[in-house]
């Protein structure tokens, strides 16, 4: 891990969870490609301002300070970068994506996030506890502790299936940027609805999606507490597909 004070000089990075600030998780592949960078310095750079942070870099300092601590390129997996912006320091972390594309089984955790729509540092009840799972291959999926609604997970959005058609929350979410990206895309492949399933529902639909810059597109097999099993992976594999062939085009690099 990597950090500077606003003057520049080299700090030792902080525990991020539970100190106050804004941060983005980034995709690097392995040709050194930052997939949508400009979106991601735009809301880590809105999260900033609307947590009155005293202080953002430009994005031409972030450039120069990921350019200079990239990690050597790997053949075997792409690499996650964490930029999180604290009220005098600037950090960066980088470590392997190792959940693109997994299965993933879900485990409820009760949980009302204060403003979905920011990427908040202190939020040590939410990203503190990941550490409790195995993240490869585990998330977990907030379950609102007043409506029982399933929202998003820790990590991604949720897509949600049903005889093939799509329902994807739009309220209450933080608006994922890799969702975002690929919304269009699946508006010409299917039928989509905008929604948010309480935990009473979950059983009528056939598969559930992970949707996020660390997991890309992932499936998730189960969801124990709730009784819930995937029916199948058609969707998983179409909406894969399109999601390869969006981060292998030069959009991605914008």
């Known amino acids: 891990m990597h950090a500077w004070t606003k003057s520049g000089n080299p700090i030792e990075h902080p525990e991020p969870w539970g100190v106050y600030g804004a941060f983005s998780t980034l995709r690097i592949t392995s040709a050194s490609k ?3 960078k400009k979106n991601h310095f735009e809301r880590i750079y809105n999260s900033a301002q609307y947590l009155e942070l005293p202080w953002v870099p430009q994005p031409d300092e972030l450039n120069s300070r990921i350019q200079d601590t990239l990690p050597q390129p790997s053949a075997d997996h792409d690499h996650l970068l964490r930029i999180c ?53 585990e998330d977990w999926v907030i379950h609102d502790p007043k409506d029982n609604e399933l929202r998003e997970t820790a990590t991604s959005n949720l897509i949600f299936v049903r005889d093939g058609k799509l ?13 975002q990206k690929i919304l269009p895309l699946l508006h010409k492949n299917f039928s989509i609805s905008r929604g948010i399933p309480n935990d009473q529902e979950v059983s009528e639909f056939d ?17 124990p507490e709730l009784g819930w099993s995937s029916r199948g992976d058609r969707i998983f594999s179409k909406i894969r597909s399109i999601y390869e062939t969006l981060v292998g085009s030069e959009d991605a690099e914008i």
């Not at 972390?93 to 729509?117: H, Q």
């Not at 949707?211 to 499936?219: D, E, I, S």
Request: proline fraction near 7%; charged fraction near 25%; hydrophobic fraction near 40%.
């Open 167 to 179: 329902m994807i929350p739009e309220n209450k979410i933080l608006h994922g940027i890799t969702l």
């Open 34 to 36: 930052i997939l949508f």
């Open 207 to 223: 598969e559930i999606l992970l949707c996020g810059t660390g997991r890309g597109v992932a499936p998730l097999t189960a969801l």
């Open 85 to 137: 912006i604290f009220e005098d320091i600037m950090g960066l972390a980088y470590r392997p994506a190792l959940s693109d594309g997994n299965p993933v089984e879900g485990w409820l955790l009760s949980y009302r996030r204060p403003d979905p729509s920011v990427k908040c540092t202190a939020e040590k009840d939410l990203y503190g506890t990941l550490h409790e799972l195995e993240i490869e291959k």
